[in-house]
């Protein structure tokens, strides 16, 4: 199905701490990208990073770091040192042809 | 930087009446997205175009249509508005079509079918 999933419906976590948002992916295609995107409580979606998939290099910025593994199909997002604004719902998603195709997303709530 | 614009942000609608959204891509966007996403949903494709032809179409229904006009901006028709049809309507465009492209989304049009 080339599916998106986020096995983590919702996570909650104290402020300042490290928080991992995991994503595991279906893909039957050589060439493909990866997505992150944040929705806060106001409903936007804010797009985060892209990855393509023939670069595995991880990427920080910020407090925000991405690793990207071929071998076992996963892009996850680390947030370093939480805070209260990053209280959202966060979505991986992947390319099929033009569209985006979402998972289900990760409810990430920081508590203060 | 400029953003995707999308009108109106709020949309309320009646059962059986029509709707239509709006969307304004960014400067030099060709390609235009729309999503919908239902509550505590994933966005979901409705339909694509680029140099204003439908280049994919999705789970869109029969009672809505789309086009985009030559300025590039789109709008979505939607007719005998259902209550299931109250969603967060999201409109993204990008720099060309394809999957190398970026899709920068809008801020969403709420739309409530009571």
């Known amino acids: 199905a080339q599916k998106v999933t986020q096995a983590q419906t919702e996570i909650s976590v104290v402020e300042k701490e490290d928080v991992t948002l995991d994503c595991v992916y279906e893909?039957?295609?050589?060439?493909?990208?990866l997505f992150w995107y944040k929705q806060p409580p106001s409903g936007e979606l804010v797009f985060l990073i892209r990855r393509n998939s023939f670069d595995e290099q991880n990427e920080i910025s910020g407090r925000y770091s991405w690793n990207f593994q071929k071998s076992t199909s996963s892009f996850n997002f680390t947030i370093t040192a939480s805070q209260v604004v990053d209280s959202a719902v966060y979505f991986c998603a992947r390319n099929r042809d033009d569209k985006i195709i979402f998972g289900k997303g990760t409810r990430l709530h920081i508590l203060p | 930087a400029a953003g995707v614009i999308q009108s109106p942000r709020h949309l309320i609608k009646e059962k059986r009446e029509t709707a239509t959204l709006k969307c304004y891509p960014i400067p030099r966007h060709d390609t235009v997205y729309w999503y919908q996403q239902g509550p505590g949903q994933d966005p979901q494709f409705l339909i694509s175009?680029?140099?204003?032809?439908?280049?994919d179409k999705g789970s869109i229904p029969d009672r809505f249509s789309a086009q985009q006009f030559s300025d590039y901006h789109s709008e979505l028709n939607m007719s005998s508005l259902e209550l299931g049809d109250s969603a967060l309507y999201f409109c993204a465009s990008s720099a060309d079509r394809g999957h190398q492209e970026t899709q920068y989304f809008g801020p969403g049009t709420r739309l409530l079918v009571l």
């Open positions: 175009f680029y140099e204003k032809m439908q280049s």
């Open positions: 893909t039957r295609d050589t060439t493909y990208y």
